[in-house]
């Protein structure tokens, strides 16, 4: 089983977002037959099968053994990941494209940016999957306490000098064999998820 699978078919996206194969995946993260899952969701063991039938087809679940029950044949199943991330490249042509409208001062554009990363690594993934290769990839994640909006403004002109300083001195434009990586600095507030879900609740 994968940490995480990225989705770029707009049809098993579709299959992903639908509450009762959203459970069944989750459900799934520990190996079930359509008898055990069908008491947890509360649905019958033929509509279980059904949708697995439908998960599996989309190669969000696979096989993991089948034990004789009596006269029958039971399919134990699991999911093919811990978790999905759908690919923006799902929804074609209004996926977001930074290009569109650059301005490192909006929240839309980051979300843009965001979109063409997670599509861009997701891509490459499969590909690596394909090739039998790793991604080289980086990602530092952090958090900042700013005092005030003036100290957050001079970090950002700081990290941007400092970025801008690291590429002029590691990018060589005519290096035989090289190759472009795509740098992707992002700051934004905090969400308390603690918080959040006591708001939802």
Sequence with gaps: MLDVAVIDEPSTAAVTLEPVRARLLHELAVPGSASSLAVKVGLSRQKVNYYLRDLEKH?????????????????VMR???GAYVISPSASGPVAPDPSRSPDRLSARWLLALAARLVQDVGALIGAGDKAGKRVATFAVDGEVRFANAADRAAFAQELSEAVAGLVAKYHDES???????????????????????????
Excluded: F, Y
């Design 79 to 81: 999911a093919t990941a």
């Design 175 to 201: 290096a035989a064999g090289g190759r472009r990586h795509r740098l992707v600095a992002a700051l934004h507030p905090s969400m308390d998820r603690a918080e959040e879900a006591r708001d939802g609740a």
């Design 59 to 75: 190669g969000l679940v696979e096989l993991v053994e089948e034990r004789r029950k009596g006269n029958m044949t039971e399919r």
